[in-house]
């Protein structure tokens, strides 16, 4: 009789084993999942910090410093006249078909259509009169 019992109890105790291990693996899954979900959670927050603080600083460039730069950007790309031509700051881009100048499209009275996207009638030359060179 005696046997009977220690056996069974052996048996219970075997399993009881049996479930706190998988308890354990368990819990240590739900662990690593909690930690990598709280690491995804740390970069999403740095990258939307970064760009706040990237939002932020072009906030306090001064305009005539933000013109100068997005000039630098686009002066090279009026080869074509397919898309609109637009520096990082948002700010779009126009050449003057009379005086070739290259402005921001609020210096403009007139600009864009097919195959001229991208050109236009700058105010100035709106406003002396002056025609088109060709």
Same mark, same amino acid.
Request: glycine share 6%; charged share 35%.
């Given at each position: 009789?005696?046997?009977?019992i220690? #056996?069974?109890?052996?048996? !219970?105790y075997? /399993?009881?084993? @049996?479930?706190?291990?998988? &308890?354990?693996?368990? $819990?240590?899954?739900?662990?690593?999942?909690?930690q990598?979900?709280?690491?995804?959670?740390?970069?999403?927050?740095?990258?939307?910090?970064?760009?706040?603080?990237?939002?932020?600083?072009?906030?306090?460039?001064?305009? #005539?410093?933000?013109?100068? !730069?997005?000039? /630098?950007?686009? @002066?090279?790309?009026?080869? &074509?006249?397919?898309? $609109?031509?637009?520096?990082?700051?948002?700010?779009?881009?126009?050449?003057?078909?009379?005086?070739?100048?290259?402005?921001?499209?609020?210096?403009?009275?007139?600009?864009?259509?097919?195959?001229?996207?991208?050109?236009?009638?700058?105010?100035?030359?709106?406003?002396?009169?002056?025609?088109?060179?060709?």
């Amino acid at each position: 009789m005696y046997p009977q019992i220690i #056996e069974k109890n052996n048996k !219970q105790y075997g /399993e009881y084993l @049996k479930r706190r291990k998988e &308890q354990e693996i368990l $819990r240590q899954q739900q662990l690593q999942e909690h930690q990598k979900w709280k690491q995804e959670q740390a970069l999403i927050l740095k990258q939307k910090t970064e760009e706040r603080s990237r939002i932020e600083a072009i906030a306090f460039i001064p305009r #005539e410093e933000k013109e100068r !730069q997005g000039y /630098e950007q686009v @002066k090279n790309l009026f080869t &074509q006249q397919e898309n $609109r031509i637009c520096d990082s700051y948002g700010t779009r881009w126009i050449q003057c078909e009379i005086c070739g100048e290259i402005k921001t499209d609020s210096n403009f009275s007139s600009y864009g259509g097919i195959d001229r996207v991208n050109l236009g009638i700058c105010s100035e030359c709106s406003r002396s009169g002056e025609r088109s060179k060709s």
